[in-house]
């Protein structure tokens, strides 16, 4: 059985990759509340669909596997399993789509997304950037909403950062508390916007604003492009569930990158 990739390449049919793939929504799940039977049920998927493409005799698209998937997860009462599931596949089509606007290659570490563990990427990335003392300044702040373990939550800033030119000044909208500024800490200068009164993450090129989208826009936007020029800056929307303010980011940023998982 054959499975068209998404360059066209062909693949052989790997029921394994399948149940990985499964175990890696539950494991995320997992991290939050109970599960079930997590290896029971993603080898019951992997099997049911191997057997089901195994009667098509036709090569079947990784992303009809993919669909298939969030199907049978949601047939079986795994709904928040599935919702993870979409969630993964979201963000590596983002990374994919962003990084083949600039024509680059996908970092490897990010690549494979059947067996890539991207939070472990992070953390080991990450957490060795950030002095001990700052960490718990930060994660110990009253009404401070991240677990130990937030530093899963920035897998896509890697490949931006290395998307990204150095001599660029990053503007990140709704960067919360910010552990991802460590990412950008060789760029120009890294300004965060969010509405959030907390300590902040902040390497030495940081710079943090406590505002609206819509103020930041209105009333500091125009003195930067004045000073370096639009071209200089490039925008991150991210988390934003206010989609009009999105929409205004869109619009005042031509190097702009927007998600909301």
């Not at 001990?132 to 530093?151: G, H, V």
């Not at 125009?222 to 009009?244: R, T």
Request: charged residues 30%; glycine residues 4%; hydrophobic residues 35%.
């Amino acid at each position: 059985m054959v499975v068209i990739k998404r360059d066209g390449r062909e693949a052989d049919f790997d029921k394994g990759k399948i149940a990985n793939a499964i175990l890696k929504a539950f494991t995320e799940v997992e991290k939050l509340s109970a599960v079930g039977d997590k290896n029971e049920v993603s080898k019951k998927i992997s099997t049911r669909l191997y057997n089901r493409y195994q009667r098509r005799n036709r090569a079947i698209s990784v992303e009809e596997i993919q669909d298939d998937v969030e199907t049978e997860l949601m047939k079986d009462g795994e709904f928040v399993v599935a919702k993870a599931y979409i969630k993964y596949r979201y963000e590596h089509e983002l990374l994919r789509n962003a990084c083949n606007l600039q024509r680059l290659p996908i970092p490897n570490d990010l690549a494979d997304e059947n067996g890539t563990d991207k939070y472990n990427i992070c953390l080991r990335t990450l957490r060795p950037l950030i002095t001990d003392d700052e960490y718990k300044a930060i994660m110990t702040q009253y009404m401070c909403e991240l677990e130990s373990d937030f530093l899963g939550f920035i897998d896509i800033y890697k490949p931006l950062s290395e998307l990204i030119p150095k001599e660029k000044t990053i503007i990140d909208f709704g960067c919360y508390l910010a552990a991802q500024s460590y990412f950008f800490a060789k760029h120009k200068c890294y300004i965060g916007v969010d509405v959030v009164d907390m300590k902040r993450f902040t390497p030495p090129n940081a710079v943090h604003y406590i505002s609206s989208i819509q103020n930041f826009i209105a009333n500091e936007v125009p003195k930067l492009f004045q000073k370096h020029g639009e071209g200089h800056y490039c925008a991150i929307c991210s988390y934003v569930p206010d989609f009009k303010a999105t929409e205004l980011v869109r619009q005042t940023f031509s190097n702009v990158f927007c998600y909301y998982p």
